[in-house]
């Protein structure tokens, strides 16, 4: 008999082919299962590598703010590397042998430095006495002497187990005083506004006052100019400035006195410019004297 047909298969290849495509059914599931999980476990890893990445950048942040407070309640300004135009031109009103001639001079590397002068509460925290002669806690602590000052910083550095702390050098102090400005008063180009800024002698009473009452400068600095001469690093030399380095000048390797800066409660406005220098034997005290903290981005 002739015809066409199409022949039915029988039980048995019916249940091969089924079971061929459950198999790969279970395969497809399984590799789509794999991939989720990988999936998952990627965002996971992602996720973390973006939440470690998050924090570190927070903790580099807090680590080099623009503030910081120690251990004593100190409180200080970040200070950020630059260079300036450092002293006086030969003709500037009032200008003294030796704050000329004005010359360039590079900070190279970002420090920290009090926002305030040292205060008496401060002073006693570290050395347990107060040497001052105008008494209170938010008053800058003076007559002491560079030698003095020097004790303070070792014992601090003692104290938070760092080198850290240590008194600005004379460039890095006029660089932060002038905070960007070309003139010579921290008022402007005259003394007719410096009551704003500074403690001085026509309005200080023959006394220190607390420390952060005036207004401070561009940088956030209180009392850079008034209030206290302040003690800086270097040894003072008269010629210096026509022989210094360019960067990160240190002042002369020896001398017999060393720098203040910044004037005090009994100066005259003239004399309150941000170029003026004053130079001590490092053992003198008195009731004019006191110092700033720097503190190094890194240890040394």
């Given at each position: 008999?002739?015809?066409?047909?199409?022949?039915?298969?029988?039980?048995?290849?019916?249940?091969?082919?089924?079971?061929?495509?459950?198999?790969?059914?279970?395969?497809?599931?399984a590799?789509?299962?794999?991939?989720?999980r990988?999936?998952?476990?990627?965002?996971?890893?992602?996720?973390?590598?973006?939440?470690?990445?998050?924090?570190?950048?927070?903790?580099?942040?807090?680590?080099?703010?623009?503030?910081?407070?120690?251990?004593?309640?100190?409180?200080?300004?970040?200070?950020?590397?630059?260079?300036?135009m450092?002293?006086?031109?030969?003709?500037?009103?009032?200008?003294?042998g030796?704050?000329?001639?004005?010359?360039?001079?590079?900070?190279?590397?970002?420090?920290?430095?009090?926002?305030?002068?040292?205060?008496q509460?401060?002073?006693?925290?570290?050395?347990?006495?107060?040497?001052?002669?105008?008494?209170?806690?938010?008053?800058?602590?003076?007559?002491?002497?560079?030698?003095?000052?020097?004790?303070?910083?070792?014992?601090?550095?003692?104290?938070?187990?760092?080198?850290?702390?240590?008194?600005?050098?004379?460039?890095?102090?006029?660089?932060?005083?002038?905070?960007?400005?070309?003139?010579?008063?921290?008022?402007?180009?005259?003394?007719?506004?410096?009551?704003?800024?500074?403690?001085?002698e026509?309005?200080?009473?023959?006394?220190?006052?607390?420390?952060?009452?005036?207004?401070?400068?561009?940088?956030?600095?209180?009392?850079?100019?008034?209030?206290?001469?302040?003690?800086?690093?270097?040894?003072?030399?008269?010629?210096?400035?026509?022989?210094?380095?360019?960067?990160?000048?240190?002042?002369?390797?020896?001398?017999?006195?060393?720098?203040?800066r910044?004037?005090?409660?009994?100066?005259?406005?003239?004399?309150?410019?941000?170029?003026?220098r004053?130079?001590?034997?490092?053992?003198?005290?008195?009731?004019?004297?006191?110092?700033?903290?720097?503190?190094?981005?890194?240890?040394?």
């Amino acid at each position: 008999m002739g015809g066409h047909f199409q022949a039915r298969p029988s039980v048995g290849a019916s249940a091969r082919a089924g079971d061929a495509l459950w198999a790969a059914a279970r395969l497809v599931r399984a590799a789509l299962a794999l991939t989720f999980r990988r999936l998952i476990l990627a965002n996971k890893i992602f996720t973390f590598v973006t939440v470690f990445c998050f924090v570190a950048t927070l903790a580099a942040v807090a680590a080099a703010s623009d503030e910081k407070v120690n251990s004593v309640g100190a409180r200080f300004v970040l200070i950020p590397a630059g260079t300036f135009m450092m002293g006086l031109d030969r003709d500037a009103r009032g200008v003294l042998g030796d704050e000329v001639p004005r010359h360039r001079v590079t900070v190279s590397k970002a420090f920290y430095l009090g926002k305030y002068e040292v205060t008496q509460a401060e002073w006693r925290k570290v050395m347990g006495e107060n040497p001052s002669s105008f008494k209170g806690d938010a008053n800058p602590v003076e007559t002491v002497s560079w030698e003095d000052a020097q004790a303070f910083i070792e014992k601090l550095n003692q104290m938070e187990g760092t080198a850290r702390y240590r008194l600005p050098t004379e460039a890095e102090w006029e660089y932060a005083a002038r905070a960007g400005s070309e003139l010579p008063f921290i008022s402007g180009d005259d003394e007719t506004d410096l009551g704003r800024f500074a403690w001085h002698e026509d309005n200080a009473f023959y006394s220190s006052h607390p420390v952060g009452e005036k207004e401070p400068n561009a940088w956030g600095l209180h009392d850079m100019i008034g209030n206290v001469w302040e003690w800086a690093f270097d040894w003072h030399g008269r010629d210096y400035y026509a022989q210094s380095p360019e960067t990160d000048p240190q002042g002369p390797p020896e001398g017999e006195r060393r720098i203040c800066r910044g004037c005090a409660w009994l100066s005259g406005v003239l004399a309150c410019r941000f170029t003026d220098r004053l130079a001590n034997e490092p053992d003198v005290r008195g009731d004019f004297l006191g110092f700033r903290l720097a503190f190094d981005v890194e240890e040394r």
